[in-house]
C-alpha cells in the first residue's frame, strides 16, 4: 500500500475542489435535544487544518452525535457550526463519512467505486490507484458481499476517498476488526493525512488513538471536557474526567 502513497496524491490533488479548503472549523455552542434531553450541550470546539483528531469518550457522550453535525446529517437546536466561513450544508460535498459497518452496493468491489467515481464525474483510471492503496486491486472483480469486515471497511475508505475530500470523518471503524485488519486501516489514515486530507476519527480505542492522532477531543455528557495534543493527553490528562477514562473507570 505504500507504494502507491504518491499515485494516491496525485488522485486525491486531481478531485480536490479548486476554491479554499473547508479546514479550520470552528463550533459554538452546539446542542441537540431529543426527548427534553440535551445530547449535545453547548459543545464548543475549534479544529486546525491538518492532521488526524481522535474524539473520544464514554458511551453516550456524544461523540457519534457530533460527527453526524459535522458533516450536516443532523440539524443542531442550537448553535454555530463554520467550516473555514462555509455552512455545514456548504461543506458537506467536501467531506466524506465513513460508518463502523458499511454498506455496499451489491455489485463488484471495482464497481463500488466506479459508482462514487461517476457521480463525480471523475477519472475511471482512478478506480485502480484507490483499489491498490487499500490492497484490494486483486480482488476488484470480485463481488463485494465476499469481503471480509476488514476488506470491507477498506473498500468504504476507498468509495471514500474517490469523493476527493477535504476532509474525512469516521465513526469507529476498526471497532469490530482484528488486529492485522485495524493497522491496515490506521496505515492508510496516516497516508492521507500527510497528503493534506484533514481527518476526524471517533474511536474508544485508547491505543489507536496514541498511533495515529495528532490531538484528542475528550468529550462527556455532550461537551467537550478536554482537547490537547495527544502527545499531553495520554502521558497527562489535564481533567478528572479524561483520567479516569484512560484508568477504565465508569464515567456516568
Same mark, same amino acid.
Given at each position: ?25 470552528? @463550533?459554538?455552542? *452546539? ?7 440535551? &445530547? =449535545?450541550? %453547548?459543545? !464548543?470546539?475549534?479544529?486546525? /487544518? ?83 492503496? @487499500?490492497?484490494? *486491486? ?7 458481499? &465476499? =469481503?471480509? %469486515?476488514? !476488506?470491507?471497511?477498506?473498500? /468504504? ?96
Amino acid at each position: 500500500m505504500r507504494d502507491a502513497a504518491l499515485p494516491l496524491l496525485d488522485t486525491l490533488a486531481d478531485a480536490m475542489p479548486a476554491n479554499r479548503p473547508i479546514v479550520p472549523l470552528e @463550533v459554538a455552542g *452546539l446542542t441537540v435535544r431529543r426527548d427534553g434531553r440535551a &445530547l =449535545l450541550d %453547548g459543545l !464548543e470546539l475549534s479544529l486546525g /487544518a491538518h492532521g488526524v483528531t481522535a474524539i473520544m469518550g464514554p458511551n453516550g457522550a456524544g461523540k457519534s452525535l457530533l460527527l453526524r453535525c459535522l458533516h450536516g446529517l443532523v440539524t443542531p437546536d442550537a448553535g454555530a457550526m463554520s467550516w473555514n466561513g462555509l455552512a455545514p450544508e456548504a461543506a458537506r460535498h467536501r467531506q466524506a463519512l465513513v460508518f463502523q459497518k458499511p454498506v455496499l452496493l451489491r455489485r463488484s468491489v471495482a464497481a463500488n467505486v466506479d459508482f462514487v467515481l461517476k457521480a463525480r464525474g471523475a477519472d475511471l483510471a482512478r478506480r485502480a490507484v484507490l483499489l491498490e492503496h @487499500v490492497g484490494l *486491486l486483486a480482488k476488484a472483480g470480485q463481488p463485494a458481499r &465476499l =469481503l471480509s %469486515g476488514g !476488506e470491507a471497511q477498506r473498500l /468504504a475508505l476507498a468509495r471514500a476517498l474517490a469523493t476527493g475530500p477535504d476532509v474525512l470523518l469516521l465513526d469507529e471503524p476498526t471497532a469490530s476488526l482484528d488486529p492485522a485488519s485495524t493497522q491496515m486501516i490506521e496505515e492508510i489514515l496516516k497516508s492521507v493525512a500527510l497528503h493534506g486530507v484533514r481527518v476526524l476519527i471517533v474511536t474508544h480505542d485508547a491505543h489507536q488513538a496514541r498511533r495515529i492522532a495528532d490531538d484528542v477531543v475528550f468529550v462527556s455528557k455532550g461537551r467537550v471536557v478536554e482537547h490537547s495534543p495527544a502527545t499531553d493527553f495520554f502521558p497527562k490528562p489535564g481533567t478528572a474526567l479524561a483520567r479516569a477514562y484512560l484508568e477504565g473507570a465508569i464515567i456516568p
